[in-house]
């Protein structure tokens, strides 16, 4: 029994240092800056709320392994919370903690380049949605039309699915089919694209910021043609999809919404003369005058490229939804 115990606190001992392991780890983060490499601005809050909370955690493990009161480490739920696993299982469960915590500290952070934006594909309005638009309205239209009449979203599903609804409705749980009191759908910022827009349209030279490079994009995308023999300014890096012409390639950034796991290309093509010799991955500042041009049956924005310049990759290579 004795020895029980002494495993049972080491136990506790190794989580409390897991722990304190973590809250180390994202203090790391934190000082370094790197922290926007994982997660939006918008979530840093939630960072320092986990920061205290798992310092907390860990030096109560670390206080109740080394204490000498049996009540402390048992409870009366009439388990033996003692009971010996075997060494293997024991190891395995911890290193998966370990791990990305060692990991954390001896290898740098690995920025999202073109390999996994091959795999995602650029963000483009024109191209985000592949199915045609329905009679009735566009997908955002019948999307807020369904939140204010949840009945009239379940009728059309039950006329597009039919019987396998029916089928399978015995296990689904009972949702309901009202608003809960207090609830409010929430607006889009129109206006504020709406101005932003505007400003845009007044511009010499569109300048695309870190700040406003995801809505800047989107508004192009949304009337490219509108700002056509506009001049523009852009940092990116270059990508490329593999049925490409040898002069094109999209100039690209990620764009993080919540957390890296989100993340997104947002992206706009640019044509080049000497394109082939910028390499994937390759962080450029260009200048240009937006065109449009057809890509896979979609009418699309394009830069026709007039300057490139190869430079650094940013202190700050992500962009970030503000909303």
Not at 105 to 129: C, H, M, N, Q, Y
Request: aromatic share 12%.
């Amino acid at each position: 029994m004795h020895n029980q115990q002494s495993q049972y606190r080491f136990q506790v001992y190794i989580r409390g240092i897991i722990l304190i392991g973590f809250t180390l780890l994202m203090i790391k983060l934190l000082i370094t800056g790197n922290m926007v490499n994982f997660i939006a601005p918008k979530m840093m809050p939630f960072m320092y709320f986990a920061i205290v909370v798992f310092l907390i955690l860990g030096v109560i493990q670390i206080w109740r392994s080394g204490s000498k009161k049996q009540a402390e480490l048992y409870c009366d739920c009439g388990i033996d919370h003692t009971a010996p696993s075997t060494p293997v299982r024991s190891i395995f469960v911890y290193l998966l903690f370990i791990i990305p915590i060692v990991t954390g500290f001896l290898f740098p952070e690995v920025i999202l380049d073109s390999s996994v934006a091959a795999k995602r594909g650029f963000k483009s309005f024109a191209t985000a949605d592949t199915q045609p638009v329905e009679e009735g309205g566009t997908g955002t239209e019948k999307a807020e039309a369904y939140l204010n009449d949840p009945e009239a979203y379940m009728e059309e599903l039950d006329e597009r699915i039919g019987d396998k609804v029916l089928e399978s409705s015995s296990n689904i749980p009972e949702v309901p089919l009202e608003h809960p009191e207090g609830f409010e759908v929430q607006e889009r910022p129109v206006d504020i694209y709406a101005q932003l827009e505007k400003e845009m349209l007044e511009m010499e030279t569109i300048q695309f910021t870190d700040e406003n490079y995801i809505a800047m994009t989107t508004i192009i995308d949304q009337n490219p043609e509108q700002f056509v023999g506009k001049k523009v300014e852009i940092v990116g890096f270059v990508f490329r999809e593999h049925d490409f012409n040898e002069n094109q390639f999209v100039i690209a950034r990620f764009g993080l919404s919540c957390c890296v796991a989100d993340a997104s290309v947002f992206g706009t093509l640019a044509s080049f003369p000497e394109a082939k010799q910028y390499g994937d991955d390759k962080w450029v500042k260009l200048e240009g005058t937006l065109i449009t041009t057809n890509y896979q049956d979609w009418t699309l924005p394009s830069i026709d490229v007039s300057s490139i310049e190869v430079i650094e990759q940013p202190e700050t290579p992500y962009v970030y939804e503000k909303y």
